[in-house]
Nanobody
Framework: VQLQASGGGLVQAGGPLRLSCAAS????????VGWFRQAPGKEREFVAA????????YYADSVKGRFTISRDNTKNTVYLQMSSLKPEDTAVYYC??????????????????WGQGTLVTVSS
């Protein structure tokens, strides 16, 4: 399994950005996919997750109402649409997939396959 995260960049506070997570080597159409982020000097933090089959989603309180996770079966891709970005959203964002299970855990240790990360910088 290979996950490729993309879409990061520099954006002004209040602006939008969309991240993509494309899978190769296998399809995503089985187990849950999550987005995590890690800011310099901080621990990896859960952002959002989606059950690929049902589309059920789960968000961290810090992004609820601002971020939307979705998936496109035809493109084997998961998206993270981010809006009303804040400087504290600045981090490297990673997508990850569970090896088994359709639950939506927030613990990063529950995810087995990881993309390389894409940097999001929000300027004030």
């Amino acid at each position: 399994v290979q996950l490729q995260a993309s879409g990061g960049g520099l954006v002004q506070a209040g602006g939008p950005l969309r991240l993509s997570c494309a899978a190769s080597g296998r399809t995503l159409s089985s187990n849950s996919v999550g987005w995590f982020r890690q800011a310099p000097g901080k621990e990896r933090e859960f952002v959002a997750a989606i059950n690929w089959s049902s589309g059920t989603t789960y968000y961290a309180d810090s992004v609820k109402g601002r971020f939307t996770i979705s998936r496109d079966n035809t493109k084997n891709t998961v998206y993270l649409q981010m809006s009303s970005l804040k400087p504290e959203d600045t981090a490297v964002y990673y997508c990850a997939q569970r090896r088994t299970g359709s639950g939506l855990p927030s613990n990063w240790r529950s995810y087995s396959y990881w993309g390389q990360g894409t940097l999001v910088t929000v300027s004030s």
